[in-house]
């Protein structure tokens, strides 16, 4: 694999959009390049250009090249997949759009804000009202009784009273989880 459309060569679609819920880690690697092709950019280019630029998340970057105080630092490999006590500095990751991203805290919180803000940051619109509004909805479910699925790209449920919209990640020696409850602007 050496490039984002070897990472998804042969993936196939088992159930319709929106009939079913199945997570799919290299579905988000397929809107990633469609995302990329759109702009005609390399898709970590296109998220710095588009997204963290201008949400002033300068201590983000995709795989192990960021460095520095309050980012995060993966450890081990990816292939095979085992945490170790050593850095991942050769880590190399073309599926990136899955979970590529290191980031610090202050970083991970400007995107929060962001979010919770309806797209808009300190006065910049980053992503379209609506298309945010999408992403923290519930669009599919695995089964209507519940209170849970997910909008676009963001994991969303419903917790004593209140809807919570975020997501989680992890690779070797790393993970994080951003949790926010928009009507609570938290």
Do not use: C
């Amino acid at each position: 694999v050496r490039t984002l459309s070897d990472a998804i060569a042969g993936l196939r679609l088992v159930h319709a959009p929106g009939e079913r819920v199945v997570y799919s880690n290299p579905g988000f690697n397929v809107v990633g390049l469609v995302a990329a092709r759109a702009v005609d950019r390399p898709f970590e280019v296109a998220a710095r250009q588009h997204v963290l630029g201008p949400l002033g998340m300068h201590d983000s970057a995709f795989g192990a090249r960021s460095r520095g105080p309050g980012v995060a630092t993966p450890y081990g490999s990816l292939l095979p997949p085992k945490v170790s006590a050593k850095p991942a500095d050769g880590m190399r990751l073309v599926a990136a759009p899955m979970g590529g991203l290191t980031t610090s805290a202050l970083d991970l919180v400007r995107f929060g804000r962001m979010v919770l803000g309806g797209g808009v940051l300190d006065g910049t619109t980053v992503v379209a009202p609506e298309l945010l509004r999408r992403a923290t909805h519930v669009e599919a479910r695995n089964h209507p009784d519940l209170e849970q699925g997910y909008g676009l790209g963001f994991k969303v449920r419903r917790w004593r009273g209140r809807t919570l919209v975020g997501h989680d990640g992890n690779m070797p020696g790393v993970s994080a989880q951003l949790m926010l409850s928009p009507d609570d602007g938290v």
